[in-house]
Every structure is written in C-alpha cells, then in structure tokens.
T-cell receptor, first 109, second 114 residues
Framework: LAKTTQPISMDSYEGQEVNITCSHNNIATNDYITWYQQFPSQGPRFIIQGYKTKVTNEVASLFIPADRKSSTLSLPRVSLSDTAVYYCLVGDNAGKSTFGDGTTLTVKP | GAVVSQHPSRVICKSGTSVKIECRSLDFQATTMFWYRQFPKQSLMLMATSNEGSKATYEQGVEKDKFLINHASLTLSTLTVTSAHPEDSSFYIC??????????FGPGTRLTVL
C-alpha cells in the first residue's frame, strides 16, 4: 500500500486559495488519488479523485504531476466552514488504502 | 454524490454486551465495504474489508472473533462488536466502494462502553 505524507497543519484566511500537497512516492500504476474532508465526529466526505494531470469539480481542483509521486489539492477562496482535516488517499482497484495523518486546515477570519 | 448511511449514530452500552452497527449504501450497490475505527485526534484505521457473499478480511491486530462482519447483500454490511469493553469505545466508520472504485463514507457511529 502506498504511504502518504501531508503537512500536519496549515493556516489560511477567508477568501484565499489553499493548496495542500500530498506525497506518495511509491504509488502503483493502478492507484487513484482521492481527497477527503473530515469534520469532527463525522465521516470523511469525498472531495475529488484523479489519476493524472488535472481534475476540477465545483469545489476543488486536483493537480497531479507526470510522475504521480505527489498531488496537490487546491481549494479556491476558502471560508471559515472549510476548517477541517483533509486526507489524501491512494488506493488500487481493490479499494484498499491506508489513511495518513491528514492535514488540519484552519481558516481564520 | 453517493450516499452511505450508518445506524445507530451513537450507542452507549454496558461492558460485556454486544453491539451491532449497520452500514448501508443508499443509491448504489457495493460489493466491497470497509470498516474503520478512529480514536480522538487520530486518523482512520482500517479494521477490515467486507466482501458481499464471502468472509471479511481483517487487518493485522484486529480480532475477527471480536469484530464480526457480515455483508449479506450488495447494500448492507454489519459490524458486531462482541463482548464490548471500555477500550472498544471509539468512532466506527464504514465506507462503500462504488463501480468507479471510489470510497464513500458513512457518518460514523460513536460507541461508548461503560
């Protein structure tokens, strides 16, 4: 299983763009990269998933370089409600994957 | 997005009793579901992989006789914590994998064993 490494914490201010990078050096060929958001006492919420290059949806963008050894979640114009823990998950088609420690994002007014 | 439910959302029980937690995929079928446990201020820890119609696969260090998993249909998996003790108190979260191999998580179940 690919191990992921993220910054433990990040601070930002309302309205700013936030970029959280995840390192996954031993990602396998079949592995997808998925990002989740978790609030206290809730299950993780799906944000975005990608395999390579760039993926964008209504809430975030995901940038994956050609070597796929890292990925960056980009949150445009964050608000206070985006304060949460963000996890990147790398898993194969069997779905089995290991959660890293996640990044605690704190958005300040 | 896909929706996964869990029931109950929280449960308090006495030491020695068994507790069953249900995980349902509401709008998609899931041949594979996963069970996680999360302690305060820690990450999610995978306990077991639940496959419809077959035995669950447990992670190292997880007692299969204590955490019974049943995945009898494509939309339902259950986790039974048998003879629960205070050290089993935790936040239990399930996930279901859809046809695109994306995991969607339930809201979690807070178990408190007195």
């Amino acid at each position: 299983l690919a191990k992921t490494t993220q910054p433990i914490s990040m601070d930002s201010y309302e309205g700013q763009e936030v970029n959280i990078t995840c390192s996954h050096n031993n990602i396998a060929t079949n592995d997808y990269i998925t990002w989740y958001q978790q609030f206290p006492s809730q299950g993780p919420r799906f944000i975005i998933q990608g395999y390579k290059t760039k993926v964008t949806n209504e809430v975030a963008s995901l940038f994956i370089p050609a070597d796929r050894k890292s990925s960056t979640l980009s949150l445009p114009r964050v608000s206070l409600s985006d304060t949460a823990v963000y996890y990147c998950l790398v898993g194969d088609n069997a779905g089995k994957s290991t959660f890293g420690d996640g990044t605690t994002l704190t958005v300040k007014p | 997005g896909a929706v996964v439910s869990q029931h109950p959302s929280r449960v308090i029980c006495k030491s020695g009793t068994s507790v069953k937690i249900e995980c349902r995929s509401l709008d998609f079928q899931a041949t594979t579901m996963f069970w996680y446990r999360q302690f305060p201020k820690q990450s999610l820890m995978l306990m077991a992989t639940s496959n419809e119609g077959s035995k669950a696969t447990y992670e190292q260090g997880v007692e299969k006789d204590k955490f019974l998993i049943n995945h009898a249909s494509l939309t339902l998996s259950t986790l039974t914590v048998t003879s629960a003790h205070p050290e089993d108190s935790s936040f239990y979260i399930c996930s279901a994998r859809d046809q695109f191999d994306t995991q969607y998580f339930g809201p979690g179940t807070r178990l408190t064993v007195l």
